[in-house]
Each structure stands twice: as structure tokens, then as C-alpha cells.
């Protein structure tokens, strides 16, 4: 008897080729080429298995509930918006000619306009920051607004808790939102904050209900704080202890700014708590006349579910591009997409001084296997690599030609650039661009380069796990 002779045996291979079917008429729409191929090669192989991940992670899906706030976002944070377009000081940025085209993306954008008169601080430590955040919010005189992925409240913030707790107490409005997924396991901790006077948002919370649930690995990876509209920070620091995952210390960056993009920062957090409590915050007292702090031209600029472009994706394939003098990018993440590589090896092949500075150790194994597939291409292209040997270095900054300089919370993989819910601080001026070059000299000191002698002695099996994980990387 033939094997296929069995009723469910034949209903079996039915569903399989109806899922590789219909595969190649959905999986193609509105997505990159290699992701596209990847997810077509797993769904003819393994269609079973290929359609369960598919259906949990192949989309970036938002709750129904969700997908209707977004369809309102745009008209609803249209009163912001438009106060943000007649605002000033607007900016000219005054870059070389060579940027134009950069400039003229940032510009036709027009999410936030480019303004003037800003002033930007680096912050390098966990201790540093909070104790600067809880000497700003024991002044805070109206509003404190916070945005993380991961909060906890432990050894290393419980001060900024404690302020957040007094500020409230004299009548101050303190929200936080924090990501339902990365601060999962301090939740019930922070939920009590409301007894406190503390408004908490969860950031795409997990579901049961059909009209609630989404796609479970949405992310709102940004780190932004606002106080009273005229200060705030942003960058890639979590709330929490640096050391919170065993055997990792994280090493980040925070700016501090000041000046009229801060409104850029609160426009950014209004619309994530409308999406999260359905409540908009658009009155004078979130959005108070900019004032001119120091000569700083930066826009904000905000990536995610809810905006359809990948415009930091864009910016920096721009950078890179437009490069003439050298590249220097941080992350801790780096599996890109093929036209980003080519773009980095390009630049290098014409003799731009590109260098990635990443840590040794990441704290996802797939994802470093999948990262080190690139070293040997990237080192033929003599693509300087160091990395952080004692520490997960979780800086993302992106510095070009010495002038123009992406500070975020962006990693530069497909996540960050079409899945998570991101923001980054493009800055135009010479002098930030200075700062952030002593703090990339800071990390170079520490971060041995990496020959190509040196990763060519590595094992068989490492370069084969290596590629194997390279297969996965449209999917990451």
C-alpha cells in the first residue's frame, strides 16, 4: 500500500501545498527581497512549522484596537504637528554640499521640522544619569514623561523612582510607559507606581482578546524623557541597573538636549501614550514656546508600526553614500541588509575610513553567529572592526565625516529597522560631532581591532554554525 494511499496522509500534503501556494502570493508583498526568499525557502521546506512562525512573528501586525488609534494618529496629533511646523527657531542646518541630499530626505520627510538653537550633553553612565534625572525632577515644576523598554526599580534607580514618587506628591504629572515585553519580569513592581500618583502605560501589552492581541514580538524600543517641554533626553540607556542580565554589563549613551527639539521628543511621547491610554496630550502646558539654548541644528526622528517608512534605515544608507572622509558606527547589533552592506563596503572601497565598533559577547547567541557571518566580507573590504571585550557595548551612534552624527535607540538590524518602535537625534553640527568622536575614541582604546589573520583561525564548526545563522538574518 502506498504511503499516499492513507485519507490523511493525502490531506497532509494538500495543506502543505496549498500553504507553499498561497506563500508566493503573500509573503513577497511590501517586503525586502532577502526576507522574502528567506521566509519562502522555510515555508516550502518546513510549511507546517514555516506557517506557525509566520503567523507569530512574519507580520508586523498590530492589534485591531491599535491599528485603529494609528489610523487616527495622524489627524489626531495634527494640532502638535502643525504647532511644530510654524514653531521656531526653524533650522538651516548649513551643511557641505555633499550632505544636500541627506538633508533634502530629512526635509521632505516632514514629520518634524530641522530646528535651530538647540544644546546637546553626553551622559556615559548609568550613575550618571540618574543622578542627573533626579536632580531635574526634583525641579521639575509641571510634567515628567518617560519612555523606556526595560524599567526596574533596583540598586541603581531606585533615586529616580523615589523623585518620580516626590514630584508627584506636590502635584507635578509623572507618566511612565515601558514596554509590556522587555520589562515583563518587573511589572507587578511598576504597576504599583499609580498607587504613588504615577500614570503607567504598558507599550504593546500581550493580549487574549482578538481585538487586542498583535503580533507578540512589537516592541517599543525607544528611551526618551521630557520635563516640563524644555528638557529631555534620549539615546540607547534602559532604566535599569547596567548589570541587570547575568554575566552582561551593558555599557551606554545618553544626550541631554535642550532647546526647541525637545517638543520634537513630548510630540513623540504623545503619540505613544494616546496609542497605549487612548487619552491625547496636546494642550499649551506639553507644548510651551521654544527657547533658544545654544547653536545646535538636530531633528527627532521617530520609526515604527506607525510610520510606514524606514527612514533611519534610509538615513543611513544616506551617510554612507555621502561620505567622502570616514564612517564610525556603535552598535551592538549588527546584521544588516544587503544594501547597507554593500554600502559600508563601498565606501570603504573608495577609501572612506569605515569603522564598526560592536561588543565580543552578545547577549543573544544566534544573533552573534549571525553578525560574524559579515566579518570577512567587511574585512576584505578593509572595513575596520573592533570590538568591546569585558562589556556589551549598547551605544548606537553613527558619526560621518565629523559632522552629521545619528545618536538612538536603533540597532542596526531588520528589527529595529521595520519592526521595532524606535527614535533617533540626527545632529548637523561639527561641535556634537566633535563630542561623540572623543566618546568613540573613549570605546576605540578599549576595543582591540580585529585582523583578518586573527578571525581566519577560527574553528570549522564556528564558520558553519556562522553561516547557517546567516541564512536567518532577513528574519532577526
Known sequence: MNALDSPIAQLYVLIEWTIRLVALFIVPLRRPPAAATAWLLLLFFLPIVGLVMYLLVGRPRISRDRAEKVAHLTHTLRPITERLAQAEPQGSGNLPARFAAVDQMV????????????????????????????????????????????????????????????????????????????????????RRLTRRGIAVGRAFPRSKLPRKSARFDLRNHRKLVVIDGQLGYAGSMNLVRPEFRRGQSYEDLMLRIEGPVVLELQAIFAGDWYLETGLLLDTGQYF????????????????????????????????????????????????????????????????????????????????????????????????????????????????????????????LDVRSSLINAEFGLLCYSSETAARLADQIEAYRRICPSLTRDQWGERGRGRILAQNLARLTSPLL
Open 288 to 411: 510651551p514656546a521654544p527657547v533658544t539654548t545654544g547653536h545646535e541644528s538636530c531633528v527627532g526622528l521617530p520609526s515604527g508600526p506607525e510610520y510606514p517608512e524606514p527612514l533611519l534605515q534610509r538615513l543611513l544608507l544616506g551617510l554612507l553614500h555621502a561620505a567622502t572622509e570616514r564612517v564610525e558606527i556603535v552598535t551592538p547589533y549588527f546584521v544588516p541588509d544587503e544594501s547597507t552592506l554593500d554600502a559600508l563596503k563601498a565606501a570603504a572601497r573608495r577609501g572612506v575610513h569605515c569603522e564598526l565598533i560592536l561588543p565580543e559577547s552578545l547577549d543573544h547567541p544566534l544573533v552573534q553567529l549571525a553578525q560574524e557571518s559579515y566579518f570577512d566580507e567587511l574585512l576584505e573590504a578593509d572595513v575596520i572592526i573592533r570590538r568591546h571585550p569585558t562589556r556589551l557595548l549598547h551605544s548606537k551612534i553613527t558619526l560621518c565625516d565629523g559632522q552629521l552624527s545619528l545618536v538612538g535607540s536603533a540597532n
Open 107 to 190: 526635509r521632505r520627510w516632514r514629520q518634524f521640522p530641522l530646528f535651530d538653537g538647540n544644546r546637546i550633553g553626553l551622559i556615559d553612565s548609568m550613575d550618571a544619569f540618574a543622578a542627573e534625572l533626579v536632580r531635574e525632577i526634583d525641579a521639575a515644576r509641571d510634567h515628567v514623561h518617560l519612555t523606556f523598554y526595560i524599567a526596574a526599580i533596583d540598586r541603581a534607580t531606585r533615586p529616580v523612582f523615589d523623585a518620580m514618587e516626590r514630584a508627584a506628591a506636590r502635584g507635578v504629572i509623572v507618566r511612565l510607559i515601558v514596554d509590556d515585553f522587555g520589562s515583563k519580569e518587573n511589572m507587578r513592581d511598576l
